[in-house]
């Protein structure tokens, strides 16, 4: 067993082959590899996504944002990661939810869902656009939708509810 496994729980009632499967994916994927130093610093997954992202168009309600499948981002199957695509929607979403949403209010994400229809592959232009649904005095909600640049092909789809909270004075 390798380092990273000890203090591992396992149950009785599953196979030993199973076991053995299940940790060698982790393996392969890398999960028992440290991190390198400068990947342990603080919001380094923020800046890692914030590298890749280029505002286009900005508009009240609505926000058109571009990027490319670096490396960086791409998961195990060749495709952008999933955890990147909800970094880079919750970031657009924020931001487009701004366009309508007063400075002295606090925005506090209440849900986010996305769906995953296709992937994005490496190397591949995204181009990530969101819009206002609905925004009111206490709750705004955000489409964004994930294209294809190229083909315009719909991969990735999404909805956000913000409460827009005052900020606290004390």
Request: proline residues 3%; glycine residues 8%.
């Amino acid at each position: 067993m390798k380092a990273s496994h000890r203090g591992l729980t396992i149950s009785k009632q599953i196979p030993e082959s199973h076991v053995a499967n299940t940790l060698e994916f982790f393996n392969y994927q890398g999960v028992t590899t440290d991190l390198l130093p400068n990947c342990r610093g603080r919001d380094f997954y923020s800046h890692l996504i914030l590298g890749i992202l280029q505002v286009h168009r900005v508009e009240r309600g609505h926000l058109t944002c571009l990027f490319s499948v670096e490396p960086a981002v791409v998961n195990f199957y060749g495709g952008l990661h999933g955890g990147a695509v909800a970094a880079i929607a919750e970031l657009v979403l924020i931001a487009c939810a701004r366009t309508v949403v007063a400075e002295d209010k606090e925005l506090f994400l209440g849900e986010l869902s996305l769906s995953y229809l296709s992937s994005a592959p490496a190397k591949a232009d995204v181009v990530v656009d969101a819009s206002v649904v609905r925004s009111g005095r206490n709750v705004t909600v955000i489409a964004v939708e994930f294209k294809m640049k190229k083909t315009s092909k719909l991969i990735y789809t999404g909805r956000a509810t913000f409460y827009n909270m005052p900020i606290a004075k004390l």
